[in-house]
């Protein structure tokens, strides 16, 4: 148990829909990344945030949007979706951006299938 | 554009014995590299890491060596186990405000008894 946890597991939903995905860090990670694995492939990163602030964005399309909380919890949310976007997507967290060798450690994922 | 490459979709290896997995990577300004392991329905499993100021490092019946010349890295199991059969994922790394990892594709491990 890494200590991450998202919800919900799964997520079954029709095209054009939308949806929210949740993550809680570890206790005392400030960071909070996000990640999309599509059909056996690798993870694609898609969003950091770091304390409350957006730090980075990857690959992630217009459609998707995220926001980190003051508890530090963090939720993606996905709008008008598509086929495409039925993936795997991992919520990973990291105690302290600064450290040059802070780990990220993963949740156990949300499988969204679009219908 | 793939910056970090595993070109081995899968490895069968027998107990006992030593599994190799390999990861290539192109850019060379990444500084910090993480072996995650995974199993399905789940999510992945941080194993060992290295930082590019070195080129080995150990733990337990893990091994990651770098070779930047080459910008080659490798995930040494010794002895292999049953339990060790996985998806195993290289990362890679730049160090700076933005900590985001870039991964390889994946190689699937299979141990056989």
């Known amino acids: 148990d890494s200590g991450v946890t998202q919800t919900p597991k799964h997520l079954i939903t029709a095209t054009g829909q939308r949806v929210t995905l949740r993550c809680s860090p570890r206790s005392g990670d400030l960071s909070v990344y996000w990640y999309q694995q599509s059909l056996d492939q690798g993870l694609q990163f898609l969003i950091q945030y770091y304390n409350g602030e957006e730090r980075a964005k990857g690959n992630i399309l217009e459609r998707f949007s995220a926001q980190q909380f003051p508890d530090l919890h963090s939720e993606l949310n996905l709008s008008s979706l598509e086929l495409g976007d039925s993936a795997l997507y991992f919520c990973?967290?990291?105690?302290?951006?600064?450290?040059?060798?802070?780990?990220?450690?993963f949740g156990p994922g949300t499988r969204l299938t679009v219908l | 554009d793939q910056q970090v490459k595993q070109n081995s979709p899968s490895l069968s290896v027998q107990e006992g014995r030593i599994s190799i997995l390999n990861c290539d990577y192109t850019?060379?300004?990444?500084?910090?590299f993480l072996w995650y392991k995974k199993y399905p329905a789940e999510g992945p499993t941080f194993l060992i890491s290295i930082s590019s100021i070195k080129d080995k490092n150990e733990d337990g019946r893990f091994t990651v060596f770098l070779n930047k010349s080459a910008k080659h890295l490798s995930l040494h199991i010794v002895p292999s186990q049953p339990g060790d059969s996985a998806v195993y994922f290289c990362a890679a790394r730049i160090s700076g405000s933005a900590r985001q990892l870039t991964f390889g594709s994946g190689t699937q491990l299979t141990v056989l008894p």
């Open positions: 990973a967290s990291s105690v302290v951006e600064g450290a040059t060798t802070d780990t990220q450690y």
């Open positions: 850019n060379s300004m990444f500084d910090y």
